[in-house]
């Protein structure tokens, strides 16, 4: 069955640095995600993807972060200077298409760790 | 912004009960969806529903869209240890296909 796959599936970096985490979404979907979730706490959005262009971004997604879609196959979140709060459970999502009623398929999640 | 409130926050049970889970929103969603998350996993989706008032199965799994389209519950019938894990709701409104969580209920089961 197909699947989204995450990589790294750990990540720890230091506090400023950047870091990129890359997803393969499935195949045939045209609409990408980020999510992340701090330790404990419920999944939180952050950005959607579709037709190269970001669809929508919640406030957590501020300058620091950015997204691309390099290739027909990766799709990158990249935070370019990390802070302690950022370390979170990062997911990858994509759907074949949406019009508020579509399934969302979640990657198995980058753990960020910022020291 | 808008916010999902899902209870219980943690259940106990004991193998072969049955349990219930729900989520409630100050708004209107289009579709609501049950999600399990296991320790370091993504979440997996278990039931989508698309209109008020909808019931849908999947397996021991059923699911409700409520008429106000403010809610829904999930119920598991017949619990077996595998069943372990956070159970999420989700609502989904806008046409970019975003997702409101809610907190996660932990479901635990005792063999």
């Known amino acids: 069955e197909p699947e989204v796959t995450q990589t790294p599936s750990h990540q720890v970096t230091q506090m400023g640095q950047e870091v990129i985490l890359r997803c393969v979404p499935i195949?045939?979907?045209?609409?990408f995600y980020w999510y992340r979730q701090i330790l404990g706490q419920k999944v939180e959005f952050l950005v959607s993807f579709y037709n190269n262009e970001i669809s929508e971004k919640s406030e957590i997604f501020d300058d620091q972060f950015s997204v691309e879609r390099p290739d027909g196959s990766n799709f990158t979140l990249k935070i370019r200077s990390t802070k302690l709060e950022d370390s979170a459970m990062y997911f990858c999502?994509?759907?074949?298409?949406?019009?508020?009623?579509?399934?969302?398929?979640f990657g198995s999640g980058t753990q960020l760790s910022v020291l | 912004g808008q916010q999902l409130n899902q209870s219980p926050q943690s259940m106990f049970i004991q193998e072969g009960e049955d349990v219930s889970m729900n989520c409630t929103s100050s708004?209107?969603?289009?579709?609501w969806l049950w999600y399990k998350q296991d320790p370091g996993e993504g979440p997996v989706l278990l039931i989508a529903l698309y209109k008020a008032g909808e019931l849908t199965s999947n397996g021991r799994l059923t699911a409700q869209f409520g008429i106000t389209r403010k809610d829904s519950f999930l119920n598991i019938s017949a619990s077996i240890p595998s069943d372990v894990g956070i159970y999420f709701c989700?609502?989904?409104?806008?046409?970019?296909?975003?997702?409101?969580f809610g907190q996660g209920t932990t479901l635990q089961v005792k063999p």
């Open positions: 999502a994509s759907s074949p298409r949406t019009y508020a009623n579509e399934k969302l398929f």
């Open positions: 989700a609502g989904q409104y806008s046409n970019t296909g975003k997702l409101i």
């Open positions: 708004s209107i969603f289009n579709t």
């Open positions: 195949s045939n979907h045209l609409y």
